[in-house]
């Protein structure tokens, strides 16, 4: 916020600039978005994404929801693993700890996603085929 209300110090900017652990920025946003949309596009689940992400962009309650929704419809099809963290209820509160929970949701589905893509109904180790969970 304070970026944007233009408030924040030289320190806090460079800081910022560093790649300060924790702290979202643009990329982050694309390279999440843009992960939903390859899992979605395995799974032929119908999300909506955004991944035009720039500098001047700031996540808003809307797209934190839409988050949320494109992680349910994935999870529709594809639950994950048996220890894949379920989905949070809401991003309102961007800790570091429920972003790393929001990626490795999807890191467990892409990963059982492209193991049905590659190894389903294909003749593995002792010639039984390998179904995936999805």
Known sequence: MKAKAGTWTEKEQA?????????????????????????????????????????????????????????KAIRSLCSGKNDTP????????????????VEEILLDIETIANNHLIYCSEPVCGGEPYYALC
Do not use: C, F
């Open 86 to 101: 379920e989905t949070p209820a809401t991003l309102n509160y961007l800790h570091y700890m429920i972003i790393n929970q």
């Open 15 to 71: 800081e910022w600039a560093a790649g300060m652990k924790g702290a979202l920025s643009y990329m982050d946003y694309n390279r999440i978005e843009s992960g939903i949309q390859e899992i979605a596009s395995i799974l032929n689940a119908s999300v909506s994404v955004k991944t035009d992400w720039d500098v001047n962009g700031y996540l808003t309650v809307s797209d934190a929801s839409r988050w949320l929704s494109n992680i």
